[in-house]
Nanobody, 122 residues
Framework: QVQLEEVGGRLVQAGGSLRLTCAAS??????IGWFRQSPGKEREFVAA????????DYADSVKGRFTISRDDGVNMVDLQMNGLKPEDTAVYYC?????????????????WGQGTQVTVSS
């Protein structure tokens, strides 16, 4: 089982940037996904990066603004968020799947962090 912890969430103004980090107990043969959930809404896919790091996937709503990257040497996956909008406000979660494929469905991920709150003010 992989333990995950998200850090970096805070209050930021619209148009600003924020970097979230997912610290994992291990990343070997593991795809990492970022998801978010705001009150009253279902958890939604944000971005994912596969084990080899050669492939990434983004939700249309964040494409061009968010970048996912990983450093297996320190077992961390970052989500760089630029051009933040109020609609990006949510609790952000990282999740792991024992695979080298990219997945968008939360049910494909077996381990989850506790989440970190991102609030974007207008």
């Amino acid at each position: 089982q992989v333990q995950l912890e998200e850090v970096g969430g805070r209050l930021v103004q619209a148009g600003g940037s924020l970097r979230l980090t997912c610290a994992a107990s291990r990343l070997t043969f593991t795809t990492i996904g970022w998801f978010r959930q705001s009150p009253g809404k279902e958890r939604e896919f944000v971005a994912a990066i596969n084990w080899s790091g050669g492939n990434t996937d983004y939700a249309d709503s964040v494409k061009g603004r968010f970048t996912i990257s990983r450093d297996d040497g320190v077992n961390m996956v970052d989500l760089q968020m630029n051009g933040l909008k109020p609609e990006d406000t949510a609790v952000y979660y990282c999740a792991s799947a024992y695979t080298d494929f990219l997945h968008r469905h939360s049910s494909d991920y077996s381990n989850w962090g506790q989440g970190t709150q991102v609030t974007v003010s207008s």
